[in-house]
């Protein structure tokens, strides 16, 4: 019979949990009798709700569960049959354990006992010295009640929190954010596809929490509509529902065991409560929360990770291996609806069966992030994309596509290239002749003027060349500024510059001997002409003109 001391120098039960068999017997009312555990050395974490003293034969019927049931072993039956009878009904009915005093009756447990308490999986404690029972009824009650008063208070500052967060209108990453404060256990949203829309870790990286989501998040399906623990690795579930339909799932994950607690279930279910009413408030529908809240992450690169990103987007549903990656972005123009667009995209994407993200980057700008198999050419799908975004918004709307990157982690760099040409597309900008957006190639020296047209620099370039010929052409009524235009056009070709000004060609001489002598320059130098040509251009780009 192998006999095994309870962990000595515990620290009493947490607050809020009940006390465990193991809190108990590391009690000093209990430690002094000296106690063994004889069978059921796995199961000290059982909670103890109540201390029942007995020397009844059928003490079972006075018992409702989880009780620490004490005795001296008195009315113990004789026979073996009696014992696992005896045994049998306290197991049915749910008893804690079974405290046995080795002083009056017996001095080794019997053998029929241990036999049935280990056949059955009832813990079974022996004392060796005399202890007195009242007294640990007393302490274990005390400690019981006192763990209860404090779970009571723990579950309304619980409620008080949730309440608030919905008060103040709180979004869903606010709510998912507190019950993984409040557990200390890291807590998912997700929808009925089992993509996990929000990720709130706690004690795990974003990798650990969502590595391999879809197939770890299906083996956890519990088999009803409640708040219940299940699967392989025991994560506690709770469902979500809207307008009385279920939507979604709140899983909380294990922290060293699966071991969750009544206060882990209340933060849970007021965790699906305050989501409900969340919903209400904030139409945007969730999945396009959670897509620009991972397309804001990887554009501008405030993700912990490399393979944090990668998890959050293989849980959202994105391929994040062996494919290519594109950029694009969309400005709806002054006035446009970018909400329509955004879920037009998503429709259109869906219909294609492309997966990508799509999401509000900041005001007024959507963002596209398209995963593509390595021969896929992403021309097809671009085009596809921005006539869906022209239908949707208005004609002004300028669509800029970055290139294609090999790893999601250097998405960046084509979001920054989408967003170089649509800072270097002017409103009204044609499209090309063969396409609906706009590339890196169209940025020709007016649009990288354009994209330029607020450094002081460029400004204090233009006005250095061009202030003087300016100033001349406001005090004396010429337009010697639109004659150099004409010239610098025609690549410095004078008759081709007359023809276009309406010109005789010894007119057009005379304007240009007196353009070089307000700029003392000399026109005939190919190094002034290009000066001036960029100046010009900079200066139509700053004035806001579009053609020349």
Known sequence: MNQHPPTAGRDPAPAGRAPTLADVLALPVLAAGQPQVVTGLAQLDRPVRWVHITELTDPASFLKGGELVLTTGMPLPEDAAGVRRYVDELTEVGAAALVI???????????????????????????????????????????????????????QRIHEAFTALTLRGAGPEDVVRAAAEMSGRTVVLENLVHQALICEPSGSTVEEALGDWERRSRAAEPGGDRTEVGGPEGWLTAPVSYQGERWGRLAMLPADGPVFGPEHVTVLERTAMALTVARLIHSTPWEHTAHRTVLRELAEQRHHSAEDVRARCAALGLPTEAGVFLAILVDPGPGAEGTEAETRLHRELRSAGIPALVGELSPGRLGVLLALRPAQPWRPVAERLSRAALVALAPEAIIGVGSEVADLADSARSFREAARVIEATPPGQPLPADRSF??????????????????TRIQDFTERRLSRLVDHDTRHGTDLLTTLGHYLDAAGNKTTAARRGGLSRETMYQRLRTIERILDTDLESGDRRTELHVALTALRVLRGGRGR
């Not at 706009?438 to 450094?455: F, G, S, T, V």
């Open 101 to 155: 005093e080795l002083v009056r009756r017996y001095h080794r447990p019997p053998d029929a006992l241990v036999q049935a308490c280990r056949a059955r999986g009832l813990p079974l404690v022996t004392l060796a010295r005399d202890v007195n029972f009242l007294e640990v009824t007393q302490v274990v009650h005390a400690l019981i009640l006192g763990s209860q008063a404090d779970a009571m208070r723990r579950t």
């Open 438 to 455: 706009h590339e890196l190639p169209d940025i020709d020296l007016r649009r990288l003027l354009y994209a330029l047209r607020e450094d």
